[in-house]
């Protein structure tokens, strides 16, 4: 079992900087790759960026760019630095890790955490 627990959103100014965090407890060793996923009002959820147990990264082309995800596995911590924010970037952003498939491939998600990028 894994638990997720996202922080650091809030309301920022377009053109902003925020960073939001997700602390992992659990069966932390259980964990393979990691990623942020957001949900805008009236959408569908979409993929933001993942980070590999080894630090590879993959981005989605609407934030490549502006946003840098990273991982501390020292703290059971990944991190979404988000710079240049859009006003399209408001929506609530999700924390997920992946479970190595000799611990099953389980999906795992964090309650989410609000970001609000005004005008």
């Known amino acids: 079992q894994v638990q997720l627990v996202e922080s650091g959103g809030g309301l920022v100014q377009a053109g902003g900087s925020l960073r939001l965090s997700c602390a992992a407890s659990?069966?932390?060793?259980?964990?393979?790759?990691m990623g942020w996923y957001r949900q805008a009002p009236g959408k569908q959820r979409e993929l933001v960026a993942t980070?590999?147990?080894?630090?590879?990264?993959i981005y989605a082309d609407s934030v490549k760019g502006r946003f840098t995800i990273s991982r501390d596995n020292a703290k059971n911590t990944m991190y979404l630095q988000m710079n240049s924010l859009k006003l399209e970037d408001t929506a609530v952003y999700y924390c997920?890790?992946?479970?190595?498939?000799?611990?099953?491939?389980?999906?795992?998600w964090g309650r989410g955490t609000l970001v609000t990028v005004s005008s």
């Open positions: 659990g069966s932390i060793v259980s964990i393979n790759d």
């Open positions: 980070v590999t147990s080894d630090g590879i990264t």
């Open positions: 997920n890790a992946q479970t190595h498939p000799r611990w099953g491939g389980m999906d795992y």
